[in-house]
């Protein structure tokens, strides 16, 4: 049973049981012409889970929907969110704008008030426009729908800093039966795992209890989202959701069948790593995506230090902007990991062509090394020959655009 896979697909609105809807309410007082509010509807309660930043600052809206999970035993009707504004940072008066959004959405849609989750992203430290959130909450729950195109509005609704909206559907069938996993994000900015100044809004048309969801969406987040690197800022407003509508009529828990359980976890993965990977992709002013790649470490959470390390040292992103293969940056960082590797069985390849064997310098083969580090997307290996764990991180380059771009707001 393959699972079929869609890039740049409309989104949420490919999964049945759920409607979108975008607006423009001038959050960043620019005019109205540019959408920043999007509402996702549940057609009826559905089940739902989260995976939220680890900052010790949390925004006002990730406070809020880790208590609303909590009340609703993981049972809401749907997502408020919005651009321009993070309402991070905002103290008492962000919790009760946030509260205020979802009431606001759960009232135009004719729910209970407890029944939405809140997400914001944007500047830190300013006050929302309430007046305009709530006009466009009016105006986004008015087009509520299941079109594509209103689908893709729903996507752009929470760029920031991105250049394009970021989407991604898989399907597959069990028992003659269509299930489908579908979802969109943002983020190109303030990029480091657990999580990122990223949003991700995934959804599906299974039956399925949150506490399985919760499960399901920490693994397929482990290794896509909290393994993307652009810049090494961890935000207040990290979010994954994952909702469920069981429109599909197959029910998905801990006590189905295994074959529907990898199925799905595997079309989830797959989602959530494409998101991943467009955020990557979608860097502020990058010129490269690189992935990381350590092996043969003792333990998982070694490889990680040193892809982590490799991934965030400015010297290395500065390195592939200047498309120089200078390897002797990775083999750095990569110590200053303190993992207690060998250098006397460390490999270094730029994708299959080695730098370093055994500790040994292979500079025969820089010109191959050159031409490798000129593509926009290449890989780079850490073989540690000291165990079998190992660890992937996608990273990216650092440019002088990087610098401008983020040098005022």
């Known amino acids: 049973m393959a699972i079929e896979f869609f890039n740049d697909s409309p989104g949420i609105t490919d999964v049945p049981g759920f409607r979108v809807g975008a607006a423009g309410c001038d959050i960043r007082n620019k005019g109205l012409e540019r959408l920043d509010l999007t509402v996702i509807l549940a057609d009826k309660p559905c089940a739902a889970a989260g995976v939220f930043t680890t900052n010790d600052v949390k925004a006002a809206p990730v406070r809020f929907c ?9 049972m809401v009707r749907g997502i408020v969110a919005n651009s321009g504004n993070a309402n991070a ?30 997400c914001s992203t944007g500047r830190i430290g300013e006050l929302l426009p309430m007046k305009k959130v709530a006009a466009g909450i009016t105006e986004a729950t008015k087009r509520l729908s299941r079109d594509s195109a209103e689908g893709t509005r729903a996507a752009e609704a929470i760029l920031t800093s991105d250049t394009r909206p970021k989407t991604a559907t898989a399907c597959f069938a069990w028992q ?15 990029i480091e795992p657990n999580m990122a100044t990223m949003l991700a809004f995934v959804a599906t048309d299974v039956s399925a209890e949150p506490a399985f969801l919760k499960a399901a969406l920490k693994s397929a987040t482990d290794q896509s989202f909290n393994c993307v690197s652009v810049d090494g800022d961890m935000s207040t407003n990290d979010t994954v959701i994952l909702l469920a509508s069981g429109a599909s009529g197959v029910a998905l828990n801990a006590q189905a069948d295994g074959a529907l359980q990898k199925l799905f976890q595997e079309a989830l993965d797959r989602i959530c790593f494409a998101l991943a990977e467009k955020i990557v992709g979608d860097g502020e002013k990058i010129t490269k995506v690189v992935a990381v790649e350590v092996e043969g470490a003792r333990h998982r959470a070694d490889a990680e230090k040193i892809a982590r390390a490799i991934g965030n040292s400015l010297l290395v992103k500065s390195s592939w902007f200047g498309e120089d293969p200078n390897w002797g940056r990775l083999a750095d960082a990569a110590g200053y990991a303190r993992t207690g590797l060998d250098e006397a069985k460390l490999d270094i ?10 500790g040994k310098p292979l500079p025969e083969n820089k010109p191959r090394w050159k031409e490798i580090v000129k593509a926009r997307q290449f890989k780079v290996r850490i073989n540690l020959n000291l165990g079998s764990a190992k660890f992937r991180l996608l990273a990216s380059d650092l440019t002088d655009g990087y610098v401008n771009y983020n040098k005022s707001e």
Request: with cysteine; net charge negative.
């Open 349 to 358: 390849h730029y994708e299959d062509v080695p730098a370093v064997l055994a």
């Open 89 to 118: 940072c905002t103290s008492v008066q962000g919790d009760q704008d946030a509260e205020a959004m979802a009431k606001l959405a759960a009232a135009a849609v004719g729910s209970p008030s407890d029944t939405f989750m809140v």
């Open 176 to 190: 003659g039966k269509k299930i489908t996993v579908a979802g969109f994000a943002k983020g190109a900015g303030m």
């Open 66 to 74: 880790q208590s609303a999970l909590i009340a609703s035993k993981g």
